[in-house]
């Protein structure tokens, strides 16, 4: 089954925009393959395509909200420092398109199945260890039951950040899954996870907090996603297939 990578698409005009989606489509059928990002989109964006020259990437750029460790792709002039490539116009998309093959489709977005080689646990090839962080036992055997069904069956289960700290020296995991609302300092805990060396490749938060402001805080913090309470299935399902 192929990979989907999200794209943020922050300005340029109409006539790019479709000329962007034509790419997209005509890609579709590659293994890894690039849809454009949306609030709506199950998981958070993997990389940005931003008009440098728009006004809509200056509002973007300097927003708090803005993930800082979100890879920059930045067309026109007046790029960020930050920016990971810079394409001039008339605009190539080809080479845009080769830029994002180059970062995803070689060595895999964060929703492949490779196992890390330097894991502490030796496991079965192809098998990816999650680390559910949850207190409430209900919201902990739905969740578990969901990952299942996604494939993804060595799950971990603690109830706290302690615990969640003590599991994380013990062994490397892909995917970590965190309720913000009851545990002790959670932000702490996955900013802790983002930035380990090497880095968890999908931090997804749980909530009650059906907020805007919480999915922004998500996002700014390099979560993959964020799921609200109560669960929607098709969406964790869609979720858990992703990560």
């Known amino acids: 089954m192929g990979s989907t990578v999200f794209v943020k698409v922050v300005g340029f005009r109409d006539v790019e925009r479709h000329a962007l989606n034509t790419l997209f489509r005509v890609a579709a059928e590659q293994s890894t393959c690039y849809a454009l990002w949306t609030p709506e989109s199950p998981v958070m964006p993997h990389i940005a395509l931003v008009d440098a020259e728009s006004y809509e990437a200056g509002m973007a750029l300097a927003s708090p ?16 420092e930050r920016a990971w490539r810079v394409f001039p116009r008339p605009i190539n998309w080809s080479a845009i398109l080769h830029s994002l093959d180059l970062l995803f489709a070689q060595s895999g977005v964060d929703i ?23 207190p409430v036992r209900a919201d902990r055997l739905y969740l578990r ?32 899954i965190v309720n913000v609302d009851t545990l002790d300092d959670p932000w702490a805990l996955v900013q802790r996870l983002v930035s380990s060396n090497p880095p968890v490749e999908s931090v997804v938060v749980t909530t009650s907090n059906r907020s805007w402001a919480m999915h922004e805080r998500a996002e700014q913090a390099g979560c993959r996603a964020l799921l609200d309470k109560p669960f929607d299935p098709s969406l964790v399902y869609r979720v858990f297939q992703m990560v």
């Not at 289960?157 to 994380?168: G, T």
């Open 112 to 134: 492949s199945i490779d196992a890390d080689d330097e894991a502490a646990t030796v496991i079965p090839p192809g098998m990816r260890q999650t680390l559910l962080v949850e």
């Open 65 to 80: 909200g803005l993930n800082p460790n979100l890879k920059l792709i930045c067309v026109g002039t007046g790029a960020p």
């Open 145 to 176: 039951a969901r990952l299942s069904l996604a494939g993804l069956i060595d799950v971990d289960e603690v109830e706290s950040s302690a615990q969640a700290l003590e599991k994380l020296r013990e062994r490397h995991y892909d995917v970590v």
